[in-house]
Nanobody, 127 residues
């Protein structure tokens, strides 16, 4: 059974930084899986933050985080990271790690195509 465990959330002031981590377990080939981060603020739908392709490692970011956030992965550790800089109050949300297998590239930004999800970690940015 696939398990995803997130860590690194917390409370930070505007302009600060946080680094989220997500460790995946339960499979031996996470290097081939697409991995990503989505977020959900109160009263809002879950939205893409950034994802990274399993094959090739190409990354795809939401426009709202371009130039501020960076996704990366360490396949040897089955871990995906999200470095968040220049945080803004509107970044406040629960951040979820997600993993998918076998998805086509054109759907990589769609949360509904991800089979496995973590429990989420709260990120709060104070103004």
């Amino acid at each position: 059974q696939v398990q995803l465990v997130e860590s690194g959330g917390g409370l930070v002031e505007t302009g600060g930084s946080l680094r989220l981590s997500c460790v995946a377990s339960g499979r031996s080939n996470f290097a081939a899986y697409d991995m990503g981060w989505f977020r959900q603020a109160p009263g809002s739908e879950r939205e893409l933050v950034a994802v990274i392709r399993g094959r090739g490692g190409h990354t795809y970011d939401a426009d709202s985080v371009k130039g501020r956030f960076a996704i990366s992965r360490d396949n040897a550790k089955s871990t995906v990271y999200l470095q968040m800089n220049s945080l803004k109050p509107e970044d406040t949300a629960v951040y979820y790690c997600a993993v998918r297998s076998g998805g086509i590239l054109s759907t990589i930004r769609q949360s509904t195509t991800y089979q496995y999800w973590g429990q989420g970690t709260q990120v709060t940015v104070s103004s």
